[in-house]
């Protein structure tokens, strides 16, 4: 800058200071405003929006997408446009000239004008620029794809069903509903053996959480277990088997106490006398602990899926006679008090009792009779509809 | 009383000086952009306060950070507040620097003789930038781990030198323990005082050359 445009700006800026204020309090009290004024916004931020939660990291679940930090997306997403060979354009020639140019801005920018009208040209640079990163940045976020919503389970309470819940699906028909063991029937490839329990004291006094994770990772592949984590094969994600230990640990292990808002969490409810229970409250829930391991798709299982209340009642080889409202020879209640079902022309087993190797408690098996007796309600609703209609009479 | 003590303090730690040079000065008129850098004061100091309560229980391993960033939000009064503050803070501090950078711009106050004002500024907007990338992995969820697997992967792409980059910042070929200290180190200490030291200067240019006037239409 020449030394003229100096003084004159020099000039400029002394008459500006005396026609100006005092830092204190003129400057200071309109910068504690915006402060104070950014503080609250924060504050609302946090108490309504808070924070995501997000599962714990899962090295071996590369499916996840990766999503930066918001103020990065509008250089990631650039990246796409300078891909494969030339990728180092994108990823550092250019955002290296973009630092370099805005720290020798004062240098590359030689007039001395201020006032923005007489410096049309690096504003719409600038301009340009700014609006460039917004479109990269609101491009990002649309055509990222939505993430799978992951099962992050974080309050022992969520754990504790979602372990309930996988447990059902991939442990129960070997392991039993309590993991109590027995002898193994209706899996293929271990008809007949014994399993000993993974429920009793020995096992849970001996086994520490990060064993239980690791078997149930691994598998024990020369005594007929599967491996289940993700990386060694199987289909569960870290957080989902640490799910899985915590239900293990809290329901087996009679040292550990269920922190209280947990302990009811995916319990079935008792019934009253006179109450009916219905498929929402109590049979979903059975049926889920006791007998989705084998009722579910790819299973050996006569074609009977139970994961819907429309699937039990219209799946299944000997769909009409499962259920029969109302009739207590309906083959879902021969078969949980233990009568197997045998062909009516040649006599063989058709049917063996349910669940194969152990039964439920006699509780659960009155609980599914007076359910069928009741004509299958659906939803609590109806449920209490029967009930009360029932008290009526 | 209070005047003597006050004179005797005066006399030894120049209070009155501060006060006439920092405090009562003349400055130009301005607008309510131009609280926008002071803004950005006070949320780096937030940043700073909310930061050091939650090193007192965050653990920097892989074993324990997620488990440490749970109980923090669930077992620590008012740790989800804490914790809160942080992480939206960093986003606005993000923000109200970047707007802080185009106010500056828009008025050409990068001009003579606030250059080096500038270079300092320059190198607060990176160091804040950097304390958000390191800051992303802490938490060691999906989210950090994978989008810092990327981010670090786009430095490996650095031509001849990338492999060693992502070597120092990854402290190994995979993401590690390793990587999770070196990202925590870098995010408490290593950037906190070069940014803090840089805000020093900074502040010091500002106050020494003033902020500048709104500049008329012929200038
Ligand atoms: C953590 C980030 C930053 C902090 C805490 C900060 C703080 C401040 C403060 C308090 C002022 C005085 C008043 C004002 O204009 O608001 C200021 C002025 C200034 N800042 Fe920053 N700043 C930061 C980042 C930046 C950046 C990213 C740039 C540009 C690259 C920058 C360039 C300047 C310049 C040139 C001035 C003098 C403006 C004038 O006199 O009109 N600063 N800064």
Redesign the interface.
Known sequence: MKEEHKQEYKQKYEQAKQDGVKFWPDIIYKDLLVSFGLFILLVGLVTFVGIHPEAKADPSDTSYIPRPEWYFLFLFEFLKFVPGKIEWVGTTLIPALAVLALLALPFLDKNHLRHWKNRLTGISIMGVVVLGMVGLTVRSVITTPEQAEGSAANTIQDQMVLGQEIYSVYCVECHGPDGEGGIIAGVEGLEGVDLKSISSKDEMYTRSDETLENIAAFGQQDLGMPPYGLAYGGELKKTELESVVTFMRYTWDDRVELPEDASSAGAIPEIKEFEVPSYEIHISRIVQRYCISCHRPEKENNNYLMQTYQEMLTTGDNQGNNLIAGDLNSYMLLTNKGISILDPVSGEEIIQQMPPTKLMKDEYIHLFEIWVLNGMPETAAEAEALTAAGQEE | MAQSIFTWLDERLGLTEIYDT?????????N?W???G??SL??GL?QGITGMMLSVYYVPT?DHA?DSI?YI??GVQFG??I???H???A??L?L?AFFHL?RV?????????R?FT??TG?FLM?GA?GM??TG?LL?????????T???SE??G???VV?DFILRVLRGGT??SAVTLSRFFAMHIWILPAVIIATVCAHLYLVIRL????I?????
Request: charged content about 15%.
């Open positions: 920092i405090l009562d000065r003349k400055v130009p008129k301005v309510w131009f609280t926008l002071s803004a006070f949320l937030l892989p997620y749970t939000m669930t989800w507040l914790r809160g503050l992480h939206w803070g986003s606005l993000i109200t185009l711009f828009f008025y050409g106050a990068y001009k003579y003789p250059e500038w270079f320059v990176i930038l958000g990338f992303y938490p060691w969820n999906q989210r950090s781990y994978w989008a697997t990327v981010g786009i430095a792409t650095v031509p990338g995979d993401l003033g902020i500048s006037n500049p008329d239409r012929d200038s």
